[in-house]
């Protein structure tokens, strides 16, 4: 099992998942007899919630490149007595699975994470069946922009313009805009059925609460940290959090937005001649 410290973190990971996982699973066609992959299967969720919704008849199996992660969910599995689940170390780019296998593929928020969406979203449609479902969740571009515009503003006030350069780069190679992730999808071959804008808020008393918030330290500060200089990082958040709890005094509290997508997507049965 993982240390105390990295279990607190993939425990947090259903409070920031769940609003995605729960349109994912919403947006699934349950089938019996089909083999499933869940790209990017973290702490488990949705692919454990998945699999006992499915039933015996199916086998879930996650793909995830964190052996942390295939500790966590091989022992949650076998609490629950889930037998029909599996966890494989793997990357979305090589899935080390044969060709058309799977009658359902999903990915919550997973495939903003891998090196290359492109490979990644060929390989599902090798993988897939035909005929098969695929149904991925990602955040978008304006995530969290009511802290990213305070850290713009805060770069722009002490004329760090390549560091501003470099925000934006950090934001868009992580989350890419509806129409980009269209494109990609489609030229993987899937067609898109549907796709589903909707978000989320996560509500601070303040700056300070939403910067110590163990999720945010964890999972954001090293990144956003990354682009900065060294010997100025604490002092630009230092600002970054002062102006944050202005904001809040004005405003009451500090209101965060995570808008995502939801593509419901499938592989086009071959025609018989």
């Known amino acids: 099992m993982p240390s105390p410290p990295l279990s607190l973190t993939y425990d947090d990971l259903p409070l920031w998942s769940a609003p995605f996982g729960l349109t994912l699973l919403d947006t699934i066609r349950m089938k019996t007899h089909i083999n499933v992959l869940d790209i990017g299967s973290g702490g488990g969720f949705p692919m454990l919630e998945l699999a006992e919704r499915m039933g015996k008849t199916c086998m879930i199996y996650g793909l995830d490149p964190s052996q942390d992660a295939i500790d966590m969910i091989t022992a949650k599995k076998q609490s629950k007595g889930i037998d029909f689940a599996k966890i494989v170390r793997g990357v979305a780019e ?8 799977f009658g359902l593929i999903i990915s919550n928020n997973g495939l903003n994470n891998v090196s290359d969406q492109a490979v990644a979203l060929g390989e599902c ?5 035909e005929g098969a479902q695929m ?3 990602m955040n978008l571009p304006h995530t969290m922009t009511e802290f990213y515009d305070v850290f713009e503003e805060t770069l722009l006030g002490m004329g760090l313009k390549e560091e501003i350069t470099r925000m934006h780069k950090h934001i868009s190679e992580k989350r890419k805009s509806v ?3 269209k494109d990609l999808i489609l ?3 899937f067609d898109i059925k549907t796709i589903n804008v909707d978000g989320f808020k996560m509500k601070y008393s303040d700056g300070s609460a939403f910067l110590n ?10 990144p956003w940290k990354a682009f900065l200089p060294d010997e100025q990082s604490d002092s630009i958040f230092s600002i970054i959090e ?23 997507c499938f592989k086009q049965k071959t025609l018989q001649p």
């Open 94 to 101: 090589e899935i080390p699975f044969p060709d058309a296998y």
């Open 125 to 129: 449609y090798r993988v897939a069946d």
């Open 135 to 137: 149904v991925l969740t």
């Open 179 to 181: 129409d980009e992730l």
């Open 187 to 189: 030229s993987s071959g």
């Open 213 to 222: 918030h163990y999720f945010i330290r964890n999972a954001f500060m090293k």
């Open 242 to 264: 002062q102006k944050l709890n202005k904001i809040t005094l004005s405003q009451g509290e500090l209101v965060v937005s995570v808008p995502y997508v939801c593509f419901d």
